[in-house]
């Protein structure tokens, strides 16, 4: 988590009031600065009419985000999946992005004592999301009015966006993989690159850190909608979602799917290649670090060292 400067929190804070002004007038009473974006300055926003919240930029590209956050919510709220409405995205009244949304109600289900039944509820909330049809592949895609940064195929996705073949060689340059695991993730790429693949909407962090329940358990909204994207469902999404569960948690989330073993069975292979590939930006700042030990554990994890379940 980014440790801003009071300096920084003042500033923002100075926005935010602004933005809060602008929108509730009379009714809005007093703002709280919340230390919990990665990427942005948060508030909460107090009015006669309820609480809010306000995300603040930290750059200016990120209203491409934002906006992007707004169609997928819109989408995935028409399909049952429970979000908090997005009520508005802009950069004309503060200088730099803001979002204004509703508050979700509730807290993190990654402490809830039920959270395999969470999870198994996530899972059901994965399919209607999956449900959601999109055009073109990647971060940039129905919600974008831009051409050129469209990747229209499946696999100038996988080789201009992802990078998968310029990932598989930096795991080899930096031998961070057993020479025949790397040919193995070789292999699987070339089965990958021949699907066929109609994109849906993914999340891309279906964690138990972004699903806000109540004391019950019931899950009150999915939040952190920035990083979705145009994919191939579901193995994208399962990719990060399964990627930190306890075996149990994994069978509880693909049971509320309800899963398509066989299909699943023939495809788990890609799973490991995607979190692979997603593996390779902490690793480089692990190296350009010179993080050795840090390092050195990470390559057990990618050589399956940390696999107890399988030969």
């Known amino acids: 988590m980014p440790r ?6 003042k500033s923002k804070t100075a926005l935010a009031r602004k933005v809060a ?3 509730f007038g009379k009714a809005y009473k007093k703002i709280e600065f919340k230390p919990a974006g990665k990427t942005n300055f948060v508030f909460e926003v107090f009015t006669t009419k309820g609480s809010y919240i306000i995300r603040i930029a930290s750059s200016g590209s990120k209203i491409h985000d934002y906006m992007k956050e707004q169609w997928a919510t819109q989408k995935a709220s028409l399909a049952g999946v429970p979000v908090p409405e997005i009520l508005e995205v802009g950069n004309g009244i503060i200088d730099i992005p803001y979002m204004l949304q509703e508050k979700a109600e509730g807290t993190e289900a990654i402490h809830h004592p039920e959270r395999l039944k969470i999870l198994s509820k996530l899972g059901k909330y994965a399919r209607k999301i999956h449900s959601i049809p999109t055009e073109n592949f990647g971060s940039v895609f129905n919600w974008s009015k831009n051409k050129l940064s469209k990747k229209k195929t499946w696999v100038e ?4 966006e992802l990078k998968v073949a310029e990932g598989l060689k930096f795991l080899d340059k930096y031998d961070l993989m057993e020479k025949k695991k790397i040919k193995k993730l070789n292999s699987a790429f070339e089965k990958v690159k021949k699907w066929k693949v109609n994109p849906t909407l993914n999340h891309c962090d279906l964690r138990l850190k972004n699903v806000i329940v109540d004391e019950a358990g019931e899950i009150k909204a999915l939040i952190d909608w920035e990083n979705c994207s145009s994919n191939c469902a579901p193995y ?9 569960l306890s075996i149990d948690a994994k069978q509880q989330f693909l049971e509320g799917y309800d899963l398509d073993i066989e299909d699943f069975e023939k495809k788990s292979y890609c799973l490991t290649l995607f979190n692979a590939i997603n593996y390779i930006p902490a690793l480089q700042v692990m190296i350009d670090k010179k993080q050795k030990d840090k390092l050195a554990l990470y390559k057990l994890r990618l050589n399956g060292a940390l696999d107890l379940f399988s030969l």
């Open 157 to 160: 996705f996988l080789d201009e």
């Open 4 to 9: 801003y400067t009071a300096a920084q929190i």
């Open 236 to 244: 994208w999404d399962f990719s990060i979602a399964l990627h930190d």
């Open 21 to 23: 002004r602008h929108h």
